[in-house]
């Protein structure tokens, strides 16, 4: 067997367990919602990362919702 094989039925192994792959978010699902309207309200990415005691980057800014996401041009 491949080593790609093994991969991925390793992680589908894990996926059934209810292991998720990646890294967790710097800032939790819960107060997500806070920082992106405190942004939009105009609050400054330096001071939402230091309330939530996080880096500059990850608390920038949100990425664009879905409506907007098409406008993106190519790259």
């Given at each position: 067997?491949?080593?790609?094989?093994?991969?991925?039925?390793?992680?589908?192994?894990?996926?059934?367990?209810?292991?998720?792959?990646?890294?967790?978010?710097?800032?939790?699902?819960?107060?997500?919602?806070?920082?992106?309207?405190?942004?939009?309200?105009?609050?400054?990415?330096?001071?939402?990362?230091?309330?939530?005691?996080?880096?500059?980057?990850?608390?920038?800014?949100?990425?664009?919702?879905?409506?907007?996401?098409?406008?993106?041009?190519?790259g």
């Amino acid at each position: 067997m491949c080593l790609k094989a093994l991969t991925y039925d390793g992680l589908r192994a894990a996926e059934a367990k209810g292991a998720r792959g990646g890294r967790r978010p710097a800032v939790a699902a819960a107060k997500t919602t806070d920082v992106r309207t405190a942004y939009l309200e105009g609050r400054s990415i330096a001071a939402l990362a230091r309330d939530h005691r996080v880096s500059r980057g990850a608390s920038g800014p949100p990425s664009p919702t879905p409506a907007r996401a098409h406008r993106r041009g190519p790259g």
